[in-house]
């Protein structure tokens, strides 16, 4: 699929913390047979004694990284150290809680996403996800739509979920897929969390599909 380059993005890329990393690193190699280096995870830069472990920096597209250095995230490019190698940034969401109040109005009168009981580990993915999607739209702007490639937006979770609704929002030609990956048992303890209704708001919103 030489034409399409696809983003994944995951709380879980370069954060092994549950099942999602398995299965993201045991596609990653199937994932790079179809689509060359155009495909490309994306996780967060989370805080760590002496970085993460399981990634190399490298920056693939120095100049491009250069032309995002003046946005409210930061962006490290590199390589996921899983079999394969695949391209990878890691999203530094940091300084997007000054922003928080704003951004998550937006989604709310968006897309109806109440967010007013969610609490850091609520907070932490929605705002690592919208800088996800942020990073994503200003690569494509500044560099794929140049090649005239196709871009697709895969989410995993809620966690990652906002990804989609800002591409939604900010670039409607570029498409995008959200996989939940909860069991029937995951859903029923999860009900009480805010994370929920961003799964519900996801799944009912129309966008396209790989």
Not at 82 to 103: R, V
Not at 151 to 172: F, K, Y
Not at 179 to 194: D, E, N
Request: proline share 5%; hydrophobic share 40%.
């Amino acid at each position: 699929m030489k034409d399409r380059v696809l983003f994944e993005v995951s709380w879980e890329v370069g954060n092994m913390v549950g099942g999602i990393y398995t299965v993201l690193a045991t596609k990653a190699q199937t994932m790079q047979a179809l689509y060359g280096d155009d495909y490309i995870t994306v996780g967060p830069d989370l805080p760590r004694d002496g970085g993460p472990p399981n990634f190399r920096e490298e920056p693939w597209l120095p100049e491009v990284l250069e032309e995002l250095s003046g946005v409210s995230i930061g962006i490290r490019m590199g390589r996921w150290l899983i079999p394969g190698e695949p391209k990878c940034l890691l999203i530094n969401f940091a300084d997007l809680f000054a922003q928080k109040d704003e951004i998550l109005t937006r989604y709310w009168e968006k897309y109806g996403l109440d967010s007013l009981l969610g609490e850091w580990d609520y907070l932490e993915p929605v705002m690592f996800a919208h800088g996800a999607g942020v990073a994503i739209e200003l690569l494509v702007r500044h560099f794929y739509l140049e090649e005239e490639k196709q871009v697709v937006v895969h989410a995993h979770e809620w966690l990652s979920g906002a990804a989609v609704l800002h591409m939604r929002e900010a670039m409607a030609e570029v498409a995008t897929v959200f996989t939940t990956h909860a069991t029937q048992l995951g859903r029923a303890l999860s009900s009480r969390h805010p994370g929920t209704e961003l799964n519900t708001i996801l799944a009912n919103t129309p966008g396209e599909q790989l």
